[in-house]
């Protein structure tokens, strides 16, 4: 892997980050943006009612940007840095993991992406829609999903070195159980001892958190599947295109 190649990888990871983030846009205006409406509508009829119908404060972004420009330009931007991110990883990663092709590789980071920045804390801490969660606890909150982000990386990381070191001794097989077994008691270790935060309403409908989160979740599926098809194809391209070094032939002396 030389240096043309890592660029090259990594100008077509942002694109299919891009790709991927226009995907996971259209999954989030259409599925979580109503569950976002239904919750400020709530919140705004409990605020409405606790001040007894005073005047409401003015928004200094209308709902309509947020739902559009702002909901576009986060997904966008986090598809270009995690597309880029991700395809360095994957040209890092290829050959060195087994005799895994391009498109295998993509698609093996990618769904190690979903699992670990996304699937691992989003199930101790999992997202909550406007008028859910305590204003006082929102920075606590936040750092908290952070750390298991990092820590479910690093274990992930650690998982794989360890599984590899495993691997002349116990076999591929058993060593990825071993491995991935270490990884799972570790997160619960995490969630038993981490604190944990339920601050949602009594008033709050369960099927509209439940709709919400699960909305969330659909985003990130569609752009880490969308980003490794796209991403896995492109670099496939890159390689089956690439043109041939032939080493240079020896002269036979003519005796």
């Known amino acids: ?38 919750a400020i509508a709530l919140e705004e009829a409990h605020s409405h ?4 119908g005073g005047e409401e404060e003015e928004e200094l972004v209308s709902r309509t940007m947020q739902a559009t420009g702002g909901l576009a330009t986060a997904l966008l931007v986090f598809g270009v840095a995690a597309g880029g991110i991700a395809s360095l990883v994957v040209a890092y ?17 990618a769904g190690a992406a ?14 909550n ?7 006082d606890t929102i920075g606590k909150r936040t750092t908290l999903f952070f750390l298991m982000v990092a820590l479910s990386l690093l274990l992930a990381v650690a998982a794989v070195i360890i599984g590899k070191r ?3 001794a116990l076999g591929n097989w058993n060593a990825t159980i071993a491995a991935a077994a270490g990884f799972v008691v570790v997160i619960g270790l995490a969630y038993a001892f ?14 509209l958190l439940w709709k919400f ?26 390689f089956v295109s690439a043109p041939r070094v032939d080493e240079p032939r020896t002269a036979t002396p003519v005796g």
Do not use: C
């Open 194 to 207: 981490l604190p944990s935060f339920d601050e949602v309403g009594e008033d709050f409908p369960a099927s």
């Open 1 to 38: 892997m030389n240096s043309i190649s890592v660029r090259a990888l990594l100008v077509r990871g942002m694109i299919a980050g891009v790709i991927a983030g226009a995907l996971a846009l259209a999954v989030a205006y259409f599925l979580g943006e109503s569950q976002v409406d239904a």
């Open 213 to 238: 989160r699960l909305s969330t979740l659909a985003v990130q599926t569609t752009f880490w599947t969308g980003f490794g098809l796209i991403f896995g194809y492109l670099a496939e391209r890159l």
């Open 129 to 135: 829609p406007p008028a859910v969660g305590n204003p």
């Open 166 to 168: 495993l691997a002349p």
């Open 49 to 52: 009612a606790a001040h007894g």
């Open 114 to 127: 979903l699992l670990t920045v996304y699937v691992v804390p989003f199930l101790k801490y999992p997202a």
């Open 93 to 109: 990663v290829l050959g060195r993991i087994g005799s895994f092709g391009p498109r295998a590789t993509a698609a093996l980071i």
